[in-house]
């Protein structure tokens, strides 16, 4: 049973999705009122670059980021030029020093489908495979498919009687073309449509059937959902939520590099700016047939990491290289099969020359990481510090100046046991100085800390 977990008590809204009591997918969402995915403006143009770039004022802070040269919008933008109103619907958030991106493409989403005004037809969700229910589901949304108004039906019309589907496109088509023609003579800049809450959009799409069971701890949010006619249940236990249900636990994991697979294998998984790295390892297998098993449980682990840490753009997956003529085409389609469960449209590109295999994945919200760790101090973001070795050497190198080059003839060296008895190695191979060296180890939490305190005799 597939049970999801929303907990409103902390800064943010935390959505949380179990199966048999595993964490596979994690949503960080703020409680404040900034543009958030799927808002719609009328902006002004502040700035056009000679890259058919725009910067476009909406009334936040910044400006957000709108590329004209999309084909999908080159009707409505190319002509675009600064102090002109313009508008459109935030697609990317904006984080670190990355700003939000917009698009003219607007669309109004529901369970499902979704309205788009670009006018390219009618789309039918590719995780739909029976022939006969896809040509059913063109049929329904062929008298929408009109004046520059097109149709996407998702993934979740399979199961879904026609009524229902074609009652959500009428409302969804009605309210977008309002929101249109409100454009028009609304003064920029000016919010014109406020997508439904992140949290709400989260629990739309991670809820799939009566099955489902959403327990919140709010009762007000309660309230709205019963309202929709989920089946929830509200949590009143005096123990956090996240805690009783071993969730908290489970997302403290999702911070370590190395995640351990069941064979006794592992991943190893670097996000930086450019690209996401994950690196199979075979522990102590040493056999042909235990390197694939380890490669085809780890096919599993990347999509479900994937998912739950929200990694988003160009991904690389070293695998175990294995002998067989078709093993690489057999990991492409494992993995392809595991990602299909994932809700963000992700793309598997295939094996390099050099056997890593590689996927992008669509950046939509903040990584998961974004809301909750922050750059170390001490090291930069780097996670590496000088090694203790290397610390007692450039102590050492600030006594000698010290004696050789001011008045003060004696000094008090403070800092951790590993670095001091490093620094006492070092002076112990030479008499010079020695003397006048007092050692002081101190408990510290920094690792590289040191303070060398100046005496005269």
């Given at each position: 049973?597939?049970?999801?977990?929303?907990?409103?008590?902390?800064?943010?809204?935390?959505?949380?999705?179990l199966?048999?009591?595993?964490?596979?997918e994690?949503?960080?969402?703020?409680?404040?009122?900034?543009?958030?995915?799927?808002?719609?403006f009328?902006?002004?143009?502040e700035k056009?670059?000679?890259?058919?770039?725009?910067?476009?004022?909406i009334?936040?802070?910044?400006p957000?980021f709108?590329?004209?040269?999309?084909?999908k919008?080159?009707?409505?933008?190319?002509?675009?030029?600064?102090?002109q109103?313009?508008?459109v619907?935030?697609e990317?958030?904006?984080y670190?020093?990355k700003?939000?991106?917009?698009?003219?493409?607007?669309s109004?989403?529901?369970?499902?489908s979704?309205?788009?005004f670009?006018?390219?037809?009618?789309?039918v969700?590719k995780?739909?495979?029976?022939?006969?229910r896809?040509?059913?589901?063109?049929k329904?949304?062929?008298?929408?498919n009109?004046?520059?108004?097109?149709?996407?039906?998702?993934?979740n019309?399979e199961?879904?009687?026609?009524?229902?589907?074609e009652?959500?496109?009428s409302?969804?088509?009605?309210?977008l073309?309002?929101?249109?023609?409100?454009?028009v003579?609304?003064?920029?800049p000016?919010?014109?449509?406020?997508d439904?809450?992140?949290?709400e959009?989260?629990l739309?799409?991670l809820?799939?059937?009566?099955?489902d069971?959403i327990?919140?701890?709010?009762r007000k949010?309660y309230?709205?959902?019963?309202?929709?006619?989920?089946?929830?249940?509200?949590y009143?236990?005096?123990?956090?939520?996240?805690?009783?249900?071993l969730?908290?636990?489970?997302i403290?994991?999702?911070?370590?590099?190395?995640?351990?697979?069941?064979?006794?294998?592992?991943l190893?998984?670097?996000?930086?700016?450019?690209?996401?790295v994950?690196d199979?390892?075979?522990?102590?297998?040493?056999?042909?047939?235990?390197?694939?098993?380890?490669?085809k449980e780890?096919?599993?682990?990347v999509?479900?990491q994937?998912?739950?840490?929200?990694i988003?753009?160009?991904?690389?997956?070293d695998?175990?290289?294995?002998?067989?003529?078709?093993?690489?085409?057999?990991l492409?389609?494992?993995?392809?099969n595991?990602?299909?469960?994932d809700?963000?449209?992700?793309?598997?590109?295939?094996?390099t020359?050099?056997?890593?295999?590689q996927?992008?994945r669509?950046k939509?919200?903040k990584?998961?990481?974004k809301?909750?760790?922050?750059e170390?101090?001490?090291?930069?973001?780097?996670?590496?510090?000088?090694?203790?070795?290397?610390?007692?050497?450039?102590?050492?190198?600030?006594?000698?100046?010290v004696?050789?080059?001011t008045?003060?003839n004696?000094v008090?060296?403070?800092?951790?046991a590993?670095?001091?008895?490093?620094?006492?190695?070092i002076?112990?191979?030479?008499n010079?100085?020695?003397?006048?060296?007092?050692f002081?180890?101190?408990?510290?939490?920094?690792?590289?800390?040191?303070?060398?305190?100046k005496f005269?005799?």
């Amino acid at each position: 049973m597939r049970k999801i977990y929303m907990d409103c008590l902390s800064k943010y809204y935390r959505i949380a999705l179990l199966e048999d009591g595993k964490l596979q997918e994690i949503v960080y969402t703020e409680k404040d009122e900034k543009a958030s995915v799927g808002d719609i403006f009328v902006g002004k143009i502040e700035k056009v670059l000679p890259s058919k770039i725009a910067f476009v004022n909406i009334g936040e802070e910044y400006p957000v980021f709108l590329q004209l040269t999309d084909n999908k919008e080159k009707n409505n933008t190319f002509k675009a030029k600064p102090g002109q109103d313009i508008i459109v619907q935030i697609e990317k958030e904006a984080y670190n020093e990355k700003r939000a991106v917009a698009t003219t493409c607007v669309s109004i989403s529901g369970k499902y489908s979704v309205v788009v005004f670009d006018n390219s037809g009618i789309g039918v969700s590719k995780k739909i495979t029976d022939n006969d229910r896809r040509e059913a589901l063109r049929k329904i949304a062929e008298p929408y498919n009109v004046d520059g108004y097109s149709i996407i039906l998702r993934t979740n019309c399979e199961n879904t009687p026609n009524d229902e589907i074609e009652e959500e496109i009428s409302v969804n088509l009605k309210k977008l073309k309002d929101i249109k023609n409100k454009g028009v003579y609304t003064k920029a800049p000016a919010l014109l449509y406020k997508d439904v809450s992140v949290e709400e959009k989260t629990l739309r799409d991670l809820y799939s059937s009566e099955e489902d069971l959403i327990i919140v701890n709010d009762r007000k949010v309660y309230d709205n959902i019963l309202k929709n006619g989920m089946n929830v249940e509200y949590y009143e236990d005096n123990i956090p939520m996240f805690h009783n249900y071993l969730i908290e636990s489970q997302i403290d994991k999702l911070f370590s590099k190395k995640v351990w697979l069941k064979s006794g294998g592992y991943l190893i998984i670097d996000e930086t700016e450019a690209m996401t790295v994950i690196d199979v390892n075979s522990g102590k297998a040493v056999s042909q047939e235990s390197f694939i098993k380890t490669n085809k449980e780890a096919a599993e682990e990347v999509a479900r990491q994937i998912r739950l840490r929200n990694i988003s753009g160009m991904i690389i997956v070293d695998f175990i290289n294995t002998k067989g003529e078709n093993d690489a085409q057999n990991l492409s389609n494992l993995l392809r099969n595991y990602i299909s469960k994932d809700r963000v449209k992700t793309r598997i590109i295939g094996m390099t020359e050099l056997g890593l295999m590689q996927l992008t994945r669509q950046k939509i919200r903040k990584p998961l990481s974004k809301y909750i760790l922050c750059e170390c101090p001490y090291c930069k973001g780097s996670g590496k510090i000088f090694l203790p070795e290397m610390i007692a050497e450039k102590i050492k190198t600030e006594i000698i100046n010290v004696f050789t080059n001011t008045i003060y003839n004696k000094v008090t060296v403070s800092s951790n046991a590993t670095i001091i008895k490093s620094l006492k190695a070092i002076f112990s191979m030479s008499n010079n100085y020695k003397d006048n060296i007092t050692f002081n180890t101190i408990e510290t939490s920094k690792a590289d800390y040191y303070l060398i305190e100046k005496f005269k005799k």
